[in-house]
């Protein structure tokens, strides 16, 4: 049967989702954090899912390829691109060449990146829809899954047991602001999804606090690998002190120090590997990073790279280059973690564990949520991503969205660090 795989229709749901107090350098975690839900329709009727990020800047560049995309074929992904390079004008909010984006603290951002993020929701929710059309789960679209399960990191963060004046939604983790919170943090992700591996997000208290907390974790869970991230908060020395102190514990340390020049001291300096989703997050930042040593680790995010088969494309660039490869997790649904596990599956050298916030979300929009068994996600074979979306879900998160008076369409962590500390702004880097 030949089936019509052209698209007739494609819908856009902003949608807000709730997120715990998690700590970071820039500030807390809002309430509630905005996701774009994209659905792309083909002439036969097969509906296929993506997800990225709800911020503004990005739907201002989302609608325009929504309305275009209609008449052109769901296998044409090349297309696709190409597409967005037409009609994704700049968005007006997109920022300055050296900006920070505090939301995904994925380093400077520019329309470029906004562009690639906004694609890669709309070519998660194309292949989904050929896979169902065809009958073939996605990484069979990929090339073949090399791996039935993908392993995961448990991520822990500092946090505050609720959001200040009790705003958001309730959860029963407590606060983790010293080694001992952490450390009960990370026995329960290992009882309750097996994590073998944990990453800690650090640059929230001053360097010896979380040099502490790993240490503690070390003990904790002797040989299991770790992992801290400051998203860039120290000066080159500090990371060096870091690096010496923790360097027989620590699997990698993560985006210490914040640019390529300072990654690249580092690097110089130190046996402890460096990874980033900062200073390489497009293929223009590989080749000073990957010739300068800066990095010895990437995490991929098929946000950032512009979708599943770019990522596929990075992953044998560090592999021709000897650079490990690891992926890089935002506040994601169940959409977007079935879209990571099925890259991540067909990726022959997938060197570490992923991150995944996945555990925090309480939230979704998928009939049933994925489940963790002994720290690994298994691959689906079932068409497409192998999720469906729950159009009640949908519609409820949508329906907060819209009853927003805009104050969390826009993820903001310095903003809502405010609500706590009025006056509060995100450090400037190095912070220590």
């Not at 996701?35 to 296929?48: F, H, K, M, S, W």
Request: aromatic share 6%; glycine share 10%; with cysteine.
């Amino acid at each position: 049967m030949t089936r019509n795989l052209t698209i007739t229709d494609v819908r856009l749901t902003p949608i807000l989702v709730a997120d715990p107090p998690l700590l970071n350098t820039q500030g807390v975690h809002q309430p509630y954090t905005p996701r774009l839900i994209v659905e792309v329709v083909t002439a036969d009727g097969v509906t296929g899912v993506g997800e990225t990020y709800g911020d503004t800047k990005y739907l201002d560049l989302a609608a325009p390829l929504a309305d275009a995309l209609p008449g052109c074929q769901v296998s044409d992904v090349n297309g696709l691109h190409r597409l967005a390079d037409l009609v994704c004008g700049d968005s007006p909010e997109a920022t300055g060449a050296g900006a920070v984006d505090a939301g995904g603290l994925r380093g400077v951002q520019t329309a470029d990146k906004l562009r690639l993020s906004v694609v890669s929701g709309f070519e998660v929710a194309c292949l989904d829809a050929l896979g169902k059309a065809l009958g073939l789960p996605v990484h069979a679209l990929l090339g073949g899954k090399v791996r039935d399960a993908v392993e995961y990191s448990g991520y822990l963060f500092y946090r505050w047991a609720e959001h200040p004046g009790g705003a958001g939604e309730p959860d029963d983790w407590g606060a983790a602001l010293d080694p001992v919170g952490v450390v009960a943090q990370a026995r329960r992700f290992s009882r309750e999804y097996g994590f073998a591996s944990f990453k800690l997000k650090g640059g929230v208290f001053e360097p010896d606090q979380e040099i502490a907390a790993v240490r503690a974790l070390a003990e904790a869970f002797p040989g299991q690998p770790l992992r801290l991230d400051p998203n860039g908060a120290w000066s080159v020395e500090t990371s060096l002190r870091v690096a010496e102190e923790l360097g027989d514990v620590l699997e990698y340390l993560e985006d210490p120090t914040s640019g390529t020049d300072r990654m690249a001291a580092v690097a110089a300096a130190t046996g402890v590997p460096l990874a980033t989703n900062m200073c390489v997050t497009t293929f223009a930042e590989i080749p000073e990073a990957f010739t300068r040593g800066a990095v010895q680790v990437v995490l991929c995010d098929h946000h950032y790279w512009g979708g599943l088969r770019n990522t596929r494309e990075l992953a044998a660039i560090c592999r021709t280059f000897g650079v490990g490869l690891s992926m890089h997790s935002n506040t994601h649904l169940g959409i977007s973690l079935a879209a990571m596990t099925h890259v991540a599956a067909v990726v022959p050298n997938l060197d570490h564990a992923c991150d995944s916030h996945y555990p925090w979300q309480t939230e979704d929009v998928i009939t049933e949520r994925l489940d963790f068994k002994d720290g690994r996600l298994a691959v689906s074979d079932l068409p497409g991503l192998g999720v469906e979306l729950d159009r009640d879900k949908l519609a409820r998160l949508h329906r907060r969205w819209l009853d927003d008076d805009g104050t969390m369409r826009e993820r903001d962590d310095a903003a809502a660090m405010r609500v706590a500390q009025p006056g509060w702004a995100a450090p400037p880097v190095p912070r220590w």
